[in-house]
């Protein structure tokens, strides 16, 4: 089992969605990072959580530390926000080294 | 722009070659870690430098190595190239070990 779970895999949906992606994770982390993976290959930094929410503009990451899973969502979706979402944790006894989950590639349609 | 600077974009090279990548971290980030992405793949932790000095290893093949200049850019040397090498290698940076890390936007190396 990998260490770093994303769900969904594939996601497609329609303009204007609410976007759901997840996280989980089993290993004590020091915090989770997700970023954003462009058609082109570069990669955004989105998000660093360690505990509770944070929004940015249309996109809403949350983090729930005891459950060990992270969400997130992408309010009225465009076609522009189609990527490919990559959950990553920074574990504690891993030399800050980041654990990466295999990624969400979400295709949003007009 | 994430302030991570690589070079060069693309690279194109010979089985049985050597190439260097080169990464300029953002202004006052002392840590920089490179990543490889084959084709369809996630990214693979290959080391990370911290102020000059080696701190972690990852899945890096022998052929290749790395280091950080005192003036922090680093790069990352491939040699005896094969097929099998080329695929997007990412360079990213952060203040510490422990803070939020920025991306370049990766060097694509094809080797034919």
Redesign the interface.
């Known amino acids: 089992k990998n260490e770093v779970e994303q769900s969904p895999q594939n996601l497609t949906a329609q303009e204007g969605e609410f976007i759901t992606i997840n996280c989980s994770y089993s290993v004590g982390i020091s915090a989770l990072h997700w970023l954003q993976q462009h058609p082109g290959g570069g990669i955004v930094s989105l998000f660093m959580l360690s505990s509770g929410k944070k929004k940015h503009g249309r996109l809403i990451a949350t983090i729930n530390i005891q459950e060990k899973h992270s969400s997130l969502h992408i309010t009225a979706s465009h076609p522009r926000d189609s990527a490919v979402y990559i959950c990553a944790v920074r574990g504690m006894d891993s030399n800050y080294q980041l654990i990466w989950g295999a990624g969400t590639k979400l295709i949003i349609k007009p | 722009d994430?302030g991570v600077t690589q070079t060069p974009k693309h690279l194109i090279t010979a089985t049985g070659q050597r190439v260097t990548l080169r990464c300029s971290p953002r202004s006052g980030d002392l840590s920089v870690?490179w990543y490889q992405?084959s084709l369809d793949q996630?990214?693979q932790?290959l080391i990370?430098y911290y102020n000059g000095e080696e701190?972690?290893k990852?899945n890096i093949l022998e052929r290749f190595s790395a280091q950080q200049f005192p003036d922090l850019h680093s790069e990352l040397n491939l040699s005896s190239l094969e097929l099998g090498d080329s695929a997007?290698y990412?360079c990213?940076s952060s203040v510490t070990?422990?803070?939020?890390?920025?991306?370049g936007?990766?060097t694509?190396l094809t080797v034919v």
């Open positions: 994430s870690y992405q996630g990214l932790f990370q701190r972690a990852g997007l990412f990213a070990q422990n803070t939020e890390a920025f991306f936007q990766g694509r």
